[in-house]
T-cell receptor, first 115, second 110 residues
Framework: GESVGLHLPTLSVQEGDNSIINCAYS??????FIWYKQESGKGPQFIID?????DKRQGQRVTVLLNKTVKHLSLQIAATQPGDSAVYFC??????????????FGRGTSLIVHP | ETGVTQSPTHLIKTRGQQVTLRCSSQ?????VSWYQQALGQGPQFIFQ???????GRGNFPPRFSGLQFPNYSSELNVNALELDDSALYLC?????????FGEGSRLTVL
């Protein structure tokens, strides 16, 4: 069936390094993707989104790349900080009625930043 | 802070019991979604409500039901609890893009 998944369940980096978290999706009709960050004991928090008419979008210290040819997303975090330690999810968004979307989440990647 | 409040934050039930989880938002969004997150997994979509009507449902049995009220607050009800229902239940508002999640209700079924 259609699914969203992540290549690496755990990523350990040193403070100051750049981090790259990858995500594969299989529904070629998907046209909207969101990255969420979930810290321990909290709900997921929006980081950045991208629509299928784009291949790159930048935020503050974060960049999302979308490769529709191979159905792959990546989240790049520049100058990773200890506060970036969390689980990161990519969510594939499926259109629902009323103009809303229903996100489908993958398993997540745990990012561990060592000081 | 997302402005989404869930209650209770933690609760323990036994198999066969029923539970009601609550969600309220300060944002005024007219769409609310519920997710189940088992330990070490991503959130799994249960259902979404838009203007008090169910607007989509994931692969969950009918014993999972919900309500959305005119003030857009919401309830998730689970009947005949099973051990596998132990999880973090997340409520989220917003629907046209970014979702705003509460911190969840952690349910343990013994």
């Amino acid at each position: 069936g259609e699914s969203v998944g992540l290549h690496l369940p755990t990523l350990s980096v040193q403070e100051g390094d750049n981090s790259i978290i990858n995500c594969a999706y299989s529904n070629s009709a998907s046209d909207y993707f969101i990255w969420y960050k979930q810290e321990s004991g909290k709900g997921p928090q929006f980081i950045i989104d991208i629509r299928s008419n784009m291949d790159k979008r930048q935020g503050q210290r974060v960049t999302v790349l979308l490769n529709k040819t191979v159905k792959h997303l990546s989240l790049q975090i520049a100058a990773t900080q200890p506060g970036d330690s969390a689980v990161y999810f990519c969510a594939e968004n499926i259109s629902a009625s009323g103009g809303s979307y229903i996100p489908t989440f993958g398993r997540g990647t745990s990012l561990i930043v060592h000081p | 802070e997302t402005g989404v409040t869930q209650s209770p934050t933690h609760l323990i039930k036994t198999r066969g019991q029923q539970v009601t989880l609550r969600c309220s938002s300060q944002s005024g969004h007219n769409t609310v979604s519920w997710y189940q997150q088992a330990l070490g997994q991503g959130p799994q979509f249960i259902f979404q409500y838009y203007r008090e009507e169910e607007n989509g449902r994931g692969n969950f049995p009918p014993r999972f039901s919900g309500l959305q009220f005119p003030n857009y607050s919401s309830e998730l009800n689970v009947n005949a609890l099973e051990l596998d229902d132990s999880a973090l239940y997340l409520c989220a508002t917003g629907g046209a893009g970014e979702l705003f999640f509460g911190e969840g209700s952690r349910l343990t079924v013994l």
